[in-house]
């Protein structure tokens, strides 16, 4: 059955993370294998075009008989091939080292458009710091109203955070997946492995992380900070943008089915919808990396699966409508100046000062 992504709006933005996809890096991380094992270049060809016949939508009928999308892969790939290389195929790997190393080059993929988009949201809202530094407006603790502050300042901190996040995701080490049937690499020269590593682009670890899962532990931390951060902004807009408070706006609005002179803050209530999901979904990768158990996990490696690609279709999603609404924000200074009289106002050089301290590039 398709899923046309009815029930997770946003997600067309997070584009290379579907199960066409997910089979093209599968089928290149078999690729790379192969040259990284001495395949003439006669038969890396006639290995590629075998893969290109690959349906997978043929795939998906053989998921449950293997429990992973390698194993009927493999299968419809090797129809197309002669014996010697249907023999060769595969040949000294694992399924585990394929999908592993599958889903990190997806992640760094994801992680390098998220942080692209993280990084233009930043430098909108440095934009705006700069035009409002000076801005009154009132700072809230507990929901109410406390004392004084500048929207500059406001927005100077969402952007240290997406600035931060964006460090992040830029340093988390995405590496080759190897070890073979039994995480011993009994089958995988350490020249292999590095000819392999270099081939994909990925670094070697020292040891396999069959069930040491630190990578998606790492990944997955990353991914959350930086949605968490995108969360926050699109909560603050949320409230700003009541229609009581009018303080900010989303550059167009949502539309209603019953009430037309709505205009919806979705983008910010996009933006909350996975910062509210996103812990969900790094909770299930630590637990299942804590109930990973002897050298192949049985079901928590599998749990990872759904909820590692969820995550980054979040992180991407986020990331790409938080650029959006960075770069389109309305700011009403009247409404928040108002809402600031009587409040004991800031020492506004002292604000400057913190944000010059903070990011010189916002000067």
Do not use: Y
Not at 92 to 108: E, M, N, W
Not at 111 to 125: C, E, Q, V
């Amino acid at each position: 059955m398709a899923d046309h992504g009815f029930l997770s709006p946003g997600f067309a933005r997070a584009d290379g993370l579907d199960d066409g996809c997910f089979a093209t890096a599968m089928v290149d991380v078999e690729l790379a294998w192969a040259t990284a094992t001495g395949a003439d270049a006669a038969r890396l060809g006639r290995l590629r075009d075998a893969a290109a016949t690959i349906d997978p939508s043929e795939i998906a009928g053989g998921l449950e008989a293997g429990g992973n999308a390698l194993i009927p892969l493999l299968a419809q790939w090797r129809r197309h091939l002669d014996d010697a290389d249907a023999r060769a195929l595969h040949t000294g790997l694992t399924s585990q080292d394929v999908i592993d190393t599958a889903l990190i080059l997806l992640t760094r993929t994801a992680f390098a458009a998220a942080r692209t988009d993280l990084s233009a949201a930043a430098g909108s809202l440095d934009g705006l710091a700069r035009e409002f530094a000076q801005a009154p407006a009132a700072a809230h603790t507990l929901g109410q109203a406390a004392e004084g502050t500048t929207l500059g300042l406001r927005f100077a901190q969402w952007a240290e955070g997406l600035r931060r996040a964006a460090d992040a995701l830029g340093v988390a080490e995405l590496p080759l997946a190897f070890g073979g049937a039994a995480g011993t690499a009994r089958t995988q020269s350490a020249e292999e492995v590095a000819r392999w590593g270099a081939e994909l682009g990925l670094t070697v670890p020292e040891l396999p992380w069959h069930t040491s899962r630190w990578p998606v532990l790492r990944i997955g931390s990353a991914a959350g900070e930086a949605i968490a951060a995108l969360g926050k902004i699109g909560g603050d807009v949320i409230t700003a943008s009541r229609t009581e408070i009018a303080e900010l706006a989303e550059p167009t609005g949502g539309t209603s089915s019953a009430m037309p002179h709505k205009q919806n803050p979705v983008r910010s209530i996009l933006l909350r919808r996975s910062a509210i999901a996103a812990p969900g979904l790094t909770s299930t990768l630590s637990v299942a990396a804590g109930l990973a158990e002897d050298e192949r996990p049985a079901g928590a490696w599998h749990a990872e699966w759904e909820a590692w690609r969820t995550l980054l279709r979040h992180l991407r999603s986020a990331a790409s409508i938080g650029a959006e609404l960075g770069a389109g924000l309305v700011v009403d200074t009247d409404r928040a100046a108002a809402h600031s009289e009587g409040l004991t106002q800031p020492d506004r050089a002292r604000i400057a000062g913190l944000m010059d301290r903070d990011d010189n590039t916002r000067r």
